[in-house]
C-alpha cells in the first residue's frame, strides 16, 4: 500500500503528441497576466533522443540522481532496492530490508548515497564500499525527499509527521516542526544557505534556516506543490501536482506561477545543462522544458511511463524514473 497521497496516486490519462506552445502566466492580483515570448531553443533541444534502460520487473523506480563517477543511483520502491546505472547502460542491483520502499535519494559527504525509506520510517546511508547503515526515524515519520544542506547533514521532509529531519554526519537527529497538515513534500537548499521545503498539504512553500527558523510562503491552496530545485538564476523553482503549474519563487517572496496544460500533473523538476527547468508531467507520460524565455515545450515519452523523478549529468543529457514502466530513461539533447 502507498503511504504518501502524492506522486503515487496520479491517475493515468492519454499520451499527446509533441508540440511547442507559449505558457500563460499567472500571477499573484498585484501584477498583471503577461504572454511570454516563443522558445527560441536550438533545434536540438527540440527533438532530444530517448533511450530507456529497463530495471527488474515491478521495481516502480521513484527517484534519480546523478553520483559519483557520472553514475545513475535510483530508488525502487517496488522491489525495496537502490539501483546504480552507469552512462553506457550497466546495472547493478543494492537489496534493502524488505518493503523499506525507498524513495528520495541525494548525494552526502564522502561519496555516500543517503536515501529515505518511505515505509521503514528510516533513513540509509549506502558508502562507497557498498555497506548500508540504517538510521531509525520516529514512528509513521515517513521521510519522503532528502537532500544534502549548508551545514553538510542530510536534511529530508517527514510527510507523515509534518516535520523536517536533520541528520549530521554522525548520526545525530533533529527534528523541526511544521504547521499542521503540511505534509511537506519535496526539500533543496538554497542559495541563501536556507532549506525551501514544498508543503503538499497546505499549499505553501518553507523556507528553513539551519538553525530552525521558519517562514512561509502561500502559492495557492489546492495547488499541492511536489518537486522544487534552485534554476540558475539563483531562483527556487517548483511544481504544483493538481494546480498543472510551474512556480517561480524569489528568496525574496516574489512568485510567479506558469500553467501547463490541463491534467499534466507534474512531479519533479530540475535544471539542465543547457539552463532550462525540466520537469516530469505524470499523469501524460511527458517530459516538460521551460525556457530561459518562458516557453514550453514537451516530449512524448511511450504510454504508460509515467515519469516522476528526474536530474541532469554532465554530458548534456536529462535522466528520468519511469515508474509503472519499470525503467529509466535518457534524452540526449548532443548528437
Not at 26 to 47: G, M, T, Y
Not at 170 to 192: N, W, Y
Amino acid at each position: 500500500m502507498w503511504k504518501l497521497k502524492g506522486v503515487f496516486m496520479l491517475r493515468h490519462v492519454l499520451v499527446g503528441a509533441l508540440f511547442s506552445t507559449n505558457l500563460i502566466l499567472n500571477a499573484p492580483k498585484s501584477l498583471s497576466h503577461h504572454k511570454l515570448a516563443p522558445d527560441a531553443s536550438p533545434a536540438l533541444v527540440v527533438h532530444p533522443v530517448l533511450r530507456e534502460f529497463s530495471l527488474p520487473h515491478r521495481s516502480a523506480p521513484v527517484d534519480i540522481v546523478t553520483g559519483p563517477h557520472g553514475n545513475l543511483w535510483i530508488t525502487e520502491t517496488g522491489t525495496s532496492a537502490l539501483g546504480r546505472l552507469s552512462p553506457s547502460g550497466t546495472l547493478r542491483q543494492f537489496p534493502l530490508s524488505p518493503k523499506s520502499g525507498p524513495t528520495g535519494i541525494a548525494v552526502g559527504g564522502n561519496q555516500s548515497l543517503w536515501f529515505a525509506e518511505n515505509y521503514a520510517d528510516a533513513i540509509g546511508r549506502l558508502s562507497p564500499n557498498g555497506r548500508v547503515h540504517v538510521y531509525r526515524l520516529p514512528h509513521n515519520s515517513g521521510p519522503f525527499t532528502i537532500t544534502r544542506g549548508p551545514d553538510g547533514a542530510m536534511w529530508f521532509t517527514e510527510n507523515g509527521r509534518d516535520k523536517v529531519g536533520n541528520l549530521s554526519p554522525t548520526g545525530h537527529l533533529r527534528e523541526f516542526a511544521l504547521p499542521h497538515g503540511s505534509q511537506p513534500m519535496g526539500i533543496v537548499a538554497g542559495p541563501d544557505h536556507n532549506l525551501w521545503i514544498t508543503e503538499n498539504g497546505t499549499g505553501e512553500i518553507g523556507r528553513l534556516s539551519p538553525t530552525g527558523r521558519l517562514r512561509q510562503f502561500a502559492v495557492g491552496s489546492q495547488s499541492y506543490p511536489e518537486g522544487i530545485t534552485v534554476g540558475l538564476d539563483g531562483t527556487l523553482w517548483f511544481v504544483e501536482t493538481y494546480a498543472g503549474k510551474v512556480g517561480r519563487l524569489m528568496p525574496s517572496g516574489a512568485l510567479r506561477l506558469f500553467s501547463l496544460p490541463s491534467g499534466s500533473q507534474p512531479s519533479n523538476i530540475t535544471t539542465g545543462p543547457d539552463g532550462a527547468l525540466w520537469f516530469t508531467e505524470t499523469a501524460v507520460d511527458k517530459i516538460g522544458r521551460l525556457s530561459s524565455s518562458n516557453a514550453l515545450r514537451e516530449i512524448t515519452l511511450p504510454q504508460g511511463s509515467s515519469p516522476v523523478g528526474i536530474t541532469a549529468d554532465s554530458h548534456h543529457n536529462i535522466w528520468f524514473t519511469a515508474r509503472d514502466a519499470s525503467k529509466v530513461g535518457r534524452l540526449s539533447m548532443l548528437p
